[in-house]
Nanobody, 114 residues
């Protein structure tokens, strides 16, 4: 099983980025997927999730700015991040979970500058 995250980078405040997480080795569409982030202060925070039924949820600080989606044909989950703020600077990790099975991607760094 492999989850490969990509799309991080350096962006100015107010800008946008789209993260992608491509999975292999699992029946991707049957898993719940999501994103966590680890901030420079080493805080771990759940960001967003999407169930296998496509129900979505977001942490309050990104509600209305971030959108999580999936393309099951591509085995990929996305995180569209708009109106980025300095506080969004973090390493973003994708995950896929089904029952007791939990798989993580390797993380992609997002840096928001002023």
């Amino acid at each position: 099983v492999q989850l490969q995250a990509s799309g991080g980078g350096l962006v100015e405040a107010g800008g946008s980025l789209r993260l992608a997480c491509a999975a292999s080795g699992i029946a991707f569409s049957t898993y719940d997927k999501g994103w966590y982030r680890r901030t420079p202060g080493d805080q771990r925070e759940w960001v967003a999730s999407i169930t296998s039924a496509h129900d979505t949820a977001y942490t309050d600080s990104v509600e209305g700015r971030f959108t999580i989606s999936t393309d099951n044909a591509k085995n990929t989950v996305y995180l569209q991040m708009n109106s980025l703020q300095l506080e969004d600077t973090a390493v973003y990790y994708c995950y896929a979970q089904r029952g007791g099975d939990l798989f993580w991607g390797q993380g992609t760094l997002v840096t928001v500058s002023s």
